[in-house]
């Protein structure tokens, strides 16, 4: 079983930065893309940003030039970098990740326990 850990999220004025941070742990196993998704209070859960293994990367334009999604795949983690925050990015944000273990084909879909992002004066 692989376990998602994020960090990172807090409270921030509007035009500030956050960095979060996923962490996957477990045994034998691989990450193909990774991807931060978000939640407001009332709202649906939408997609943020996606990375590929390759790093290929994705964005919701509401974020693009704004946030900026990496990650290393030797610590099994990736970021989020989020510059000039707005209100409107105050949400619980869940890091998931697709993940292989050694020799199956099937790629399971894991999430964290999300992460609050509150950005306010």
């Known amino acids: 079983q692989v376990q998602l850990v994020e960090s990172g999220g807090g409270l921030v004025q509007p035009g500030g930065s956050l960095r979060l941070s996923c962490a996957a742990s477990g045994s034998r196993f691989s990450i193909n893309a990774m991807g931060w998704y978000r939640q407001a209070p009332g709202k649906q859960r939408e997609l943020v940003a996606t990375?590929?293994?390759?790093?290929?990367?994705n964005y919701a334009d509401s974020v693009k030039g704004r946030f900026t999604i990496s990650r290393d795949n030797a610590k099994n983690t990736n970021y989020l970098q989020m510059n000039s925050l707005k209100a409107e990015d105050t949400a619980v944000y869940y890091c998931?990740?697709?993940?292989?273990?050694?020799?199956?084909?099937?790629?399971?879909?894991?999430w964290g326990q999300g992460t609050q992002v509150t950005v306010s004066s």
């Open positions: 990375i590929t293994s390759g790093g290929s990367t």
């Open positions: 998931n990740a697709d993940v292989q273990y050694s020799g199956s084909h099937y790629t399971f879909r894991y």
